[in-house]
């Protein structure tokens, strides 16, 4: 395993363990939100634009690296298991490509609009308090460009080995 495979590995583990707290901190807040209105008639104010802007974002792309680290993203390949194992590896290599550009272009453009979001204050206004929703535009760029370096190291590593693209290991 090379420096750059654990490095990624290690950044990748801790965006994960990111998106599990903001899961974990959404459950408790939820829950934190549901007992003060039920119990105190007095609902926490924002709940409900912090979960819908940081929670969610923060659950959904944050830790979406991690599927494609360990090769677990769905994935249909009836078609590709019928075809000879080197034009299976090119295909998943195309794959991988295609999904390079992809999330290129995503992680640049939703970057834009969070750099936009912050020049503004972007922010809510929930029960009277004012929530201030710029930097969880930014969660979703990061989890995009962790996305991509995972996708580039395999594809790196594709083309570095001369074809042998195994879709299934994990690094």
């Known amino acids: ?45 924002g709940t409900v634009a912090i979960v819908a802007n940081y929670y969610m974002v923060a659950i959904v792309f944050v830790p979406l690296a991690f599927a494609e680290r360990r090769s677990e993203h769905i994935a249909v390949d009836l078609f590709a298991r019928l075809m000879p194992p080197r034009t299976g590896r090119v295909l998943a290599a195309f794959g991988a490509l295609f999904s ?32 201030d929703t710029w930097p969880a535009y930014y969660l979703m760029p990061l989890g995009c460009a962790l996305m991509l370096a995972a996708l580039a190291f395999k594809l790196a590593r594709y083309l570095r080995r001369g074809g042998d693209f195994d879709v299934d290991r994990k690094f």
């Not at 390079?100 to 834009?112: D, K, P, Q, T």
């Open 100 to 131: 390079v550009v992809v999330f290129s272009l995503l992680a640049w453009r939703a970057l834009h609009e969070a750099q936009v979001k912050q020049r503004v204050g972007t922010f809510i206004i929930e029960q009277g308090i004012r929530i």
């Open 1 to 45: 395993m090379t420096l750059l495979e654990k490095l990624l590995g290690k950044i990748i583990g801790a965006a994960t363990l990111l998106g599990g707290a903001a899961l974990i901190l959404m459950v408790m807040h939820v829950t934190a939100h549901v007992i003060a209105k039920s119990f105190f008639a007095s609902p926490l104010p």
